[in-house]
Antibody, heavy 122, light 106 residues
Framework: QVQLVESGGGVVQPGRSLRLSCAAS????????MHWVRQAPGKGLEWVAV????????YYADSVKGRFTISRDDSKNTLHLQMNSLRAEDTAVYYC???????????????WGQGTMVTVSS | SYELTQPPSVSVSPGQTASITCSGD??????ACWYQQKPGQSPVLVIY???ERPSGIPERFSGSNSGNTATLTISGTQTMDEADYYC?????????FGTGTKVTVL
């Protein structure tokens, strides 16, 4: 079945780096733009970043621009989020999500992973 | 930056209709979608492209979008519909989520 599984979360000190991964299965990964969305404990959803289906376009939320990098490896059906210079306010559950319409960046997210927790604390 | 505003909470009796609003500047010119999130679970898409229901979403969920307001309507609300609901739209290559609404069925 269609599935997204995140990994790579954990506890990290402020200023350090972490790399998240999202393994996709059950659909043609290379046809869909992919996103990262996060949710701080007890808070609402916050969009983080998007990469187009072909990897040619990436966009970021202002809060992570210059610190986070989204990438994809279509040979492994995997999405990544490289997070550098982490701050306490980056503490959240990070979800990867698929766009409902193939080849479209700006659309609804129809498939979500289960999320991976990132805690930034000294 | 673009903002989407929702009421913090909505209460509804079982079997009645719940309406959740999402307000944003000229929101009707954009596509709106809605997500349901239950405690400890990932969000689930319930409405996209203003009015479309993904497969598997019950018919009691419907949506509309005009002017500055998008609305999610739950007809014949069931206790299983108790959850947080978020609207979402796109602005300037950025996805924007609403502030979220907690729906209580009592």
């Amino acid at each position: 079945q269609v599935q997204l599984v995140e990994s790579g979360g954990g506890v990290v000190q402020p200023g350090r780096s972490l790399r998240l991964s999202c393994a996709a299965s059950g659909f043609t990964f290379s046809s869909h733009a992919m996103h990262w969305v996060r949710q701080a404990p007890g808070k609402g959803l916050e969009w983080v970043a998007v990469i187009s289906y072909d990897g040619s376009k990436t966009y970021y939320a202002d809060s992570v621009k210059g610190r986070f990098t989204i990438s994809r490896d279509d040979s492994k059906n995997t999405l990544h989020l490289q997070m550098n210079s982490l701050r306490a306010e980056d503490t959240a559950v990070y979800y990867c999500a698929r766009v409902v319409e193939p080849a479209t960046i700006g659309d609804a997210f129809d498939i979500w992973g289960q999320g991976t927790m990132v805690t930034v604390s000294s | 930056s673009y903002e989407l505003t929702q009421p913090p909470s909505v209460s509804v009796s079982p079997g009645q209709t719940a309406s959740i609003t999402c307000s944003g500047d000229k929101l009707g010119d954009k596509y709106a979608c809605w997500y349901q999130q239950k405690p400890g679970q990932s969000p689930v898409l319930v409405i996209y492209h203003d009015t479309e229901r993904p497969s598997g979403i019950p018919e009691r969920f419907s949506g509309s979008n005009s002017g500055n307001t998008a609305t999610l309507t739950i007809s014949g609300t069931q206790t299983m519909d108790e959850a947080d609901y978020y609207c979402q739209a796109w602005d300037s290559s950025t996805a924007v989520f609403g502030t979220g609404t907690k729906v209580t069925v009592l």
